[in-house]
C-alpha cells in the first residue's frame, strides 16, 4: 500500500460538485497532492453540505454528481498519480422522509425489510423490547431538560 504523503481533503455538496472538482486537478497536482481524502459522496438529505447525513447507502449523491463523472475523475487521478480516500459513513444515516430504509423500518417495525440494519428493541437487547422510540424533542434541549 503507498502511504498518503500529502492529502488534500474535498467537501463535496452541491456547490462543489465532481465538475467542481475536476476542474482543480490539475492545480492539486501543482501543489504536490498525492492523495485526495474524499467526504461521503453517497446520497444524503437534500442540500447536505457535508454528506455525513446519508439516505441512501447504494447511490451517489445526485446533487455531487454520476458515477460516470466519478469514473472520469478516477481515471485522471490515475494519470496524475494521485491516490483517493473515500469516507464511508454508513452509521451516520438522517432521519428524513427520503431515509427509504428508516422510513419502512418506522412503518413495518420488525417486519421491515431493513429492521437487521438498525439498532433498536427490534434487533438488540439494549432496548426495551417492542417499543420503537423516535429521539426527537419537541422543544431545545434546555427546555426538555
Given at each position: 500500500?503507498?502511504?498518503?504523503?500529502?492529502?488534500?481533503?474535498?467537501?463535496f455538496?452541491?456547490?462543489?460538485?465532481?465538475?467542481?472538482?475536476?476542474?482543480?486537478?490539475?492545480?492539486?497536482?501543482?501543489?504536490?497532492?498525492?492523495?485526495?481524502?474524499?467526504?461521503?459522496?453517497?446520497?444524503?438529505?437534500?442540500?447536505?453540505?457535508?454528506?455525513?447525513?446519508?439516505?441512501?447507502?447504494?447511490?451517489?449523491n445526485?446533487?455531487?454528481?454520476?458515477?460516470?463523472?466519478?469514473?472520469?475523475?478516477?481515471?485522471?487521478?490515475?494519470?496524475?498519480?494521485?491516490?483517493?480516500?473515500?469516507?464511508?459513513?454508513?452509521?451516520?444515516?438522517?432521519?428524513?422522509?427520503?431515509?427509504?430504509?428508516?422510513?419502512?423500518?418506522?412503518?413495518?417495525?420488525?417486519?421491515?425489510?431493513?429492521?437487521?440494519?438498525?439498532?433498536?428493541?427490534?434487533?438488540?437487547?439494549?432496548?426495551e423490547?417492542?417499543?420503537?422510540?423516535?429521539?426527537?424533542?419537541?422543544?431545545?434541549?434546555?427546555?426538555?431538560?
Amino acid at each position: 500500500m503507498n502511504k498518503p504523503n500529502t492529502t488534500y481533503r474535498i467537501q463535496f455538496h452541491k456547490a462543489f460538485n465532481f465538475a467542481d472538482f475536476k476542474a482543480i486537478i490539475p492545480y492539486l497536482l501543482n501543489l504536490g497532492i498525492d492523495t485526495i481524502y474524499a467526504a461521503p459522496i453517497l446520497q444524503s438529505t437534500p442540500g447536505s453540505v457535508h454528506g455525513y447525513d446519508g439516505v441512501n447507502m447504494h447511490q451517489i449523491n445526485p446533487e455531487l454528481g454520476t458515477l460516470d463523472e466519478l469514473r472520469a475523475i478516477k481515471k485522471q487521478l490515475r494519470e496524475s498519480n494521485i491516490k483517493w480516500i473515500q469516507d464511508i459513513v454508513p452509521n451516520h444515516m438522517a432521519f428524513h422522509p427520503a431515509n427509504e430504509w428508516l422510513m419502512d423500518l418506522l412503518e413495518f417495525g420488525q417486519s421491515s425489510t431493513f429492521s437487521r440494519f438498525f439498532d433498536t428493541c427490534y434487533s438488540s437487547n439494549l432496548f426495551e423490547q417492542g417499543k420503537l422510540m423516535v429521539p426527537i424533542l419537541a422543544k431545545t434541549l434546555d427546555e426538555a431538560i
